[in-house]
């Protein structure tokens, strides 16, 4: 399973951007999906979280402003970022765990930078 990422750019302080993620592969069967973010010289954090049902975990420095939303039909992930801060540039990427029987595997995009600056 391959995972795209996409919707990344630069935006000012205020406004918005959505990301958009879509896996390639042959799976059918996706568990959690989410975002991470990481900027240069700190580990990767969560972003949010989805998980079938529709269950959504948010880190709380997006809660509020960001919003997670899933397309199974579509193998896609996107994230609705709103409000968004200087604090909130980073590469951004999504996550998928997948059905590889006998197991659960994860998969990991390539990463879209966000840039929020005036």
Known sequence: VQLQASG???VQPGG?????????GSTFSFNTMGWYRQTPGKQRELVATIARFAVRKYADAVK????ISRDDAEKSVY???DSLEPEDTAVYYCYAEYWAAPTWADAWG????VTVSS
């Not at 509020?64 to 919003?67: H, P």
Request: proline letters at 0%.
């Open 8 to 10: 990344g750019g630069l």
């Open 16 to 24: 918005s951007l959505r990301l958009a993620c879509t896996a390639s």
């Open 64 to 67: 509020g402003r960001f919003t």
């Open 79 to 81: 994230l609705q970022m």
């Open 110 to 113: 390539r990463g879209t930078l």
